[in-house]
């Protein structure tokens, strides 16, 4: 009995082991996908978790930040809540729980947590800000006065401090101080374009219009693919009756988001002011095509119908918006008009006497209505006198007597935009940084750009696809897409079926190659390697298979790194290729063993090692294969040795002449080297090639 009993005891303890080993590899593959911004897969993955283990903190507080990237921000606190139930020395649960609060609008519960976390980390710079956006964003001032003053003393050189102080002043009214931050902001950071455009509406707003334009063309010049600065332009511009000026600047954010209702709005407004009625007709088609409701655009349109003689289609547009504001005195007149012009003279004379009637009865009580107006027919175009406020309106305002003022950004997006705090989205995409592109990868998914709109392409892999070997089709990307639920499902179920494939066909490269991309995509490395490496067994010659572990390798170091460094960072889904370019911090206050840190060495050389002899095995089999050049580039400057990229990108550029994500990072290693106009030449021709980020960078290196 005394046996058995043993027995049973070992038994139970090898499962337990055996259930610690398996959700800690879930847990970490789950961490892989957040990594990688694969935000519904890494969700059910820690769902995966804390089924099986509900009493462990971390999968809640893992689940809660891919949720803030959703903006589930309710499902968010309520999953810090549950971790810091089960470990209330969490810090990185209270800076998360915050910034779920803080978007809802939970104001003094997401300042408490922030409070919390500060017992912990007195000085941390991120939980400060947003303590201080808080108090901003519940009108208590004072507060957030004395959050600046100890997040100044600590980070003295942290110029987003007097930024967003100066949003505040701006708020409250006090242009001086305002106008003081905001220099003082780029004085410190002139290359920082938010800068430049919050300073720019500071500007607008006290109609110093030459100051504001002078901003905003700064704003744009760093940041050139940032839509609102062109918007804020043309307004500027329109006060500055530089029509000619202000419709560039629409165009050119409809360029880039043909949807942008602002821009459509606007431009439809100052095209019918030059004369040109039918292409503002277009303008407002398309507005009333996204917004339905917006009965500002259907009466513009109504007027230019008119205008155009489409009598029929203007009297159709003055119907809809008198059903909504029945009470819109010159909507009658308007309409009266062109009934009229149709032959219709009851119906324009019955609508000829209802607005009579009304004016004569806002003439006895002025404040009956704030929507009467004089008889006539209106034009679409801005008036010129008065103040700012006067020729715009902000996007929610429907007040339809405004129907003549160019669109502005709401005050709560306005307020977003100029405190720049980490309450919404990830929190690593705040700051602006020198990123090399990307490393290429053989997948079935990828994010679309909508700039350079580029299809890659090789011989080798457009031959693998002719063979009909999977069933969907191989691409080369270096923009990897997030996979949603039902392709994680099929990748799930593709797993199944190829390993039922093995079982019947051991020696199938194909079917172990099919097996590592699904594995891959669900962010399983360790398994994709596997395959990989039995792939290469049966077949030596299986180049992608090479490729693919190399990148799929490198994500896994980049990972390891990643935790290894900032373990207690927040930021866990940072882009994979952060490239600093002489300003090194440190990432963490620990004191480090030499030992460990030797061993740690060590082992990251290795896997370097790793991954080059399989780019040089790719680059063996495939001379001309430029995207194994490329990667093994960027692998080299990840480790600084950027001579060696750069041989790597010049062959890679000698084989695709047009390969612009080889000359901006064959770029940026230039520039670490101190060659400054060869590096600016590459970014310049990237440039040209599609990457915008490289006009942002040539001007920084160009200002000093």
């Known amino acids: 009995m005394k046996k058995i009993f043993l027995f049973l005891m070992l038994v139970a303890f090898l499962s337990i082991v055996s259930a610690q080993i398996n959700t800690d590899r879930v847990l970490a593959i789950g961490r892989n996908a957040l990594y990688f911004e694969d935000y519904v897969l890494s969700i059910q993955y820690f769902n995966q978790v804390i089924k099986a283990k509900s009493w462990i903190a971390e999968p809640y507080f893992y689940r809660a930040v891919a949720k803030i990237n959703l903006d589930d921000y309710k499902g968010a606190e309520e999953d810090c809540t549950l971790c810091l139930q089960r470990n209330p020395f969490l810090v990185q649960a209270y800076y998360a729980r915050g910034i779920a609060r803080q978007s809802q609008e939970k104001y003094a519960e997401a300042i408490a947590d922030y409070d919390k976390g500060l017992e912990f980390k007195p000085e941390d710079r ?213 009934k009229r012009k149709l032959n219709d003279q009851a119906g324009a004379d019955r609508d000829y006497w209802t607005a009579m009637n009304m004016d004569d009865k806002a003439k006895k009580s002025p404040q009956s209505s704030g929507q009467t107006g004089s008889g006539q027919t209106g034009n679409a175009t801005a008036t010129t006198s008065g103040s700012n406020d006067e020729n715009t309106r902000e996007k929610s305002d429907k007040n339809i007597s405004k129907f003549n003022r160019l669109v502005v950004y709401d005050k ?18 705040r700051n602006v940084r020198v990123d090399l592109e990307p490393q290429f990868v053989l997948t079935y998914y990828e994010k679309i750009d909508p700039v350079k709109k580029l299809v890659y392409c090789d011989k080798m892999v457009e031959e693998f696809n002719n063979r009909m070997v999977l069933s969907r089709k191989l691409r080369l990307t270096n923009e990897e897409a997030a996979l949603t639920e039902d392709q994680i499902a099929l990748h799930f179920a593709s797993i199944n079926d190829f390993s039922a494939k093995i079982e019947a066909q051991p020696t199938n490269a194909d079917a172990y190659f099919g097996r590592a991309l699904d594995y891959m995509l669900v962010q399983d490395f360790s398994e994709a390697i596997k395959d990989f490496d039995k792939t290469v067994e049966l077949d030596p010659t299986y180049t992608m298979a090479y490729f693919n572990r190399a990148v799929v390798r490198y994500k896994q170091l980049v990972y390891n790194m990643s935790q290894a460094t900032s373990s207690d960072d927040l930021a866990t889904s940072m882009g994979s290729m952060n490239f600093n370019m002489g300003k090194s911090q440190p990432l963490s206050r620990t004191p480090v063993d030499p030992t460990t840190a030797s061993v740690k060495d060590n082992k990251r050389a290795y896997e370097h090692e790793l991954i080059t002899r399989d780019y040089d095995i790719v680059i063996r089999l495939n001379p001309g294969f430029v995207y194994a050049y490329f990667n093994r580039g960027n692998l080299r400057c990840s480790q600084r040795d950027f001579r060696a990229a750069i041989q790597d990108y010049n062959e890679a550029i000698k084989r695709d002449p047009d390969f612009a994500e080889a000359y901006f990072n064959r770029g940026l290693a230039r520039l670490s080297l101190g060659d400054a106009n060869q590096g600016i030449a590459d970014l310049s021709k990237a440039g040209e090639l599609g990457i915008i980020n490289a006009y942002s960078i040539i001007k920084r290196m160009t200002s000093n």
């Open 412 to 429: 709560d997006e306005e307020r977003r935009n100029k405190y720049q705090s980490d309450v919404r989205g990830r929190v690593q995409d």
């Open 126 to 338: 991120q939980m400060l800000v947003n303590k201080a956006v808080a108090n901003i964003q519940r009108k208590d001032y004072d507060d957030a006065e004395k959050t600046f003053e100890v997040l100044m003393k600590a980070h003295p050189k942290y110029s987003m401090n007097y930024l967003t102080r100066g949003a505040m002043y701006s708020e409250k009214g006090d242009t001086v101080k305002a106008l003081a931050d905001y220099n003082k902001a780029i004085e410190m950071d002139p290359y920082y374009a938010p800068a430049y455009g919050n300073r720019a509406i500071l500007l607008y707003q006290t109609n110093d219009l030459k100051d504001a334009l002078a901003d905003l063309n700064e704003a744009i010049r760093l940041s050139t693919r940032e839509s609102g600065y062109y918007i804020n332009r043309g307004l500027v511009r329109c006060q500055m009756n530089d029509l000619r000026g202000a419709m560039a600047d629409y165009d050119q954010v409809i360029s880039m988001d043909k949807d942008n209702l602002i821009a459509r709005f606007n431009r439809g407004l100052l095209r019918y002011q030059v004369g040109d009625n039918n292409r503002a007709i277009e303008d407002f088609d398309v507005v009333l095509q996204l917004e339905p409701d917006n009965y500002m655009a259907y009466y513009n349109r109504a007027l230019l119908r008119f205008e155009t003689g489409d009598y029929h289609g203007a009297v159709s547009d003055f119907d809809v918006v008198l059903g909504q504001y029945p009470n819109f005195t010159p909507g009658y007149y308007s309409r009266s008009e062109a």
